[in-house]
């Protein structure tokens, strides 16, 4: 996940009501970027499915159109799911150099993408489990991002724990395209909701806590809100998205 390094930051010391008025705003910052990238993605998903997808009002059957063909039953397909991952690698390579501007725009890009690949889940979802797994996933993350933000406790051991995590079950996404086992997936959605539910509390906390070397500092503030924003939403989707597979009720 992209991250901003706050090494090329130059903090700057202020009062500590200074300090708690600017992390609320901060905080509040990222919370608001990460909530419309999560509706862009949505708007994007429904939109984009809207026009790949037709259904016979006499029979309900689901039917492909011209562009459902060429983004869903062609290798067009791979391009549509791997475009987000390709992305996010651009992030983590521009993150320091990128204006607050360029930052904004590619974020929004970004989820707009992540809602364009997602439209597949809903040709393979019904659509009342999609919304009901959408409010779990609300709920849950909003659970654990308070935790993260509010506990005493010093929870920046788990990232080199949750990153192992996080590594391994991609790993065994790829390995599980070729076997196509069930047992292997359902296991992977299992690992997948628990190391992003850990990476939310332990973002939050860590978004927080960079907030005190950036103080003072405007413009590496408001980038740092812009890709504390990336991490949560690429958590929040990463829940959202392996819940769907455990939870979720199949078309």
Not at 21 to 39: D, Q, T
Not at 218 to 242: R, T, W
Request: aromatic share 14%.
């Amino acid at each position: 996940m992209a991250q901003f390094d706050s090494r090329y930051s130059q903090p700057t010391t202020v009062g500590q009501s200074g300090v708690d008025e600017g992390l609320r705003a901060y905080m509040l910052g990222v919370y608001n970027y990460m909530a419309l990238g999560v509706a862009l993605t949505g708007v994007v998903a429904y939109l984009v499915f809207s026009m790949a997808v037709t259904t016979d009002p006499a029979t309900g059957a689901k039917a492909l159109t011209s562009l459902g063909q060429t983004l869903y039953a062609s290798p067009l397909r791979w391009a549509l799911i791997l475009a987000p991952i390709a992305f996010v690698f651009f992030f983590a390579f521009r993150a320091n150099s990128m204006s607050v501007p360029a930052a904004q725009t590619s974020f929004w890009i970004y989820c707009g993408l992540v809602g364009a690949s997602l439209s597949i889940l809903l040709l393979a979802f019904t659509g009342s489990s999609v919304a009901n797994v959408f409010f779990i996933t609300a709920a849950a993350f909003a659970s654990l991002s308070i935790w993260g933000y509010t506990t005493k406790k010093d929870i920046s051991g788990w990232g080199s724990f949750l990153f192992m995590g996080l590594i391994g079950v991609i790993l065994a996404i790829v390995v599980n395209i070729f076997l196509q086992s069930p047992a292997i997936a359902f296991a992977i959605s299992v690992i997948g909701v628990l190391v992003f539910a850990g990476l939310t509390a332990y973002d939050t906390q860590r978004i927080k806590d960079e907030y005190y070397l950036l103080a003072g500092n405007s413009e590496a503030v408001a980038k740092a809100s812009i890709f504390g924003a990336l991490s949560l939403y690429q958590n929040f989707v990463g829940m959202f998205v392996h819940l769907l597979q455990l939870f979720g009720e199949r078309e």
